[in-house]
Nanobody, 120 residues
Framework: EVQLVESGGGLVQAGGSLRLSCAAS????????IGWFRQAPGKERREVSC????????YYADSVKGRFTISSDNAKNTVYLQMNSLKLEDTAVYYC?????????????WGQGTQVTVSS
């Protein structure tokens, strides 16, 4: 059974930092990519970042480039999202998901989400 467990969310002031973790199990971690998505109230879920297992390449949405960094510890089957210079508009529930190895499409496995709230 595929399991993804997010952690690290919380309340932070604008300009602050948080690091999210996504611990994965139940599948061959090296054969897939892991993506981070977020969903703010009343808005669609959007992809934030992804890291490819095939070559370690990364993807970032324009809105987070230069502020967020995705990384992977394959020994621990865990992907991290370091979020710096947080803005009010980063407030959302953050989800990690299993994607195809090239970060192209979700496979249908999602975590339960972790709330990130940025205050002024």
């Amino acid at each position: 059974e595929v399991q993804l467990v997010e952690s690290g969310g919380g309340l932070v002031q604008a300009g602050g930092s948080l690091r999210l973790s996504c611990a994965a199990s139940g599948f061959t971690f090296d054969d897939y990519a892991i993506g981070w998505f977020r969903q703010a109230p009343g808005k669609e879920r959007r992809e934030v970042s992804c890291i490819s297992s095939s070559d370690g390449s990364t993807y970032y949405a324009d809105s987070v480039k230069g502020r967020f960094t995705i990384s992977s510890d394959n020994a621990k089957n865990t992907v991290y999202l370091q979020m710096n210079s947080l803005k009010l508009e980063d407030t959302a529930v953050y989800y990690c998901a299993v994607l195809k190895s090239d970060c192209s499409d979700p496979t249908g496995s999602w975590g339960q989400g972790t709330q990130v709230t940025v205050s002024s």
